[in-house]
Nanobody, 125 residues
Framework: QVQLVESGGGLVQPGGSLRLSCVAS????????MAWFRQTPGKEREFVAT????????YYGDSVKGRFTISRDSDKNTVYLRMNTLIIEDTAVYYC??????????????????WGQGTQVTVSS
């Protein structure tokens, strides 16, 4: 079992930046592939980014590629999502997720076993 707690969401103007954090507790952090997803009302959870156990491999959804950066700090058991050049369409609840890192990369929400409670990001002028 691993517990995930997100933070860092808030209200930001278009063009601005935010950094989300997700702290993991429980089992060994380095065991897990980590990911970020987002969701708006009435829509399915959308893949944002994922990072390998070691942190040397990342993959992004097309809608955020070039604007968002995922990273992890094993000393702090934390995964980050740096979001730059935010647009209104980035408004959503952002979720941190974890999956056994020895399994293959996936962008499907149903393949992730552990989830945080979510943090709201609102992009508005």
């Amino acid at each position: 079992q691993v517990q995930l707690v997100e933070s860092g969401g808030g209200l930001v103007q278009p063009g601005g930046s935010l950094r989300l954090s997700c702290v993991a507790s429980g089992r060994t952090f380095s065991r897990y592939r980590m990911a970020w997803f987002r969701q708006t009302p009435g829509k399915e959870r959308e893949f944002v980014a994922t990072i390998s156990r070691s942190g040397d491999s990342t993959y992004y959804g097309d809608s955020v590629k070039g604007r968002f950066t995922i990273s992890r700090d094993s000393d702090k058991n934390t995964v980050y999502l740096r979001m730059n050049t935010l647009i209104i369409e980035d408004t959503a609840v952002y979720y941190c997720a974890a999956r056994d890192g020895f399994l293959s990369i996936t962008t499907r929400a149903r393949d992730y076993d552990y989830w945080g409670q979510g943090t709201q990001v609102t992009v508005s002028s």
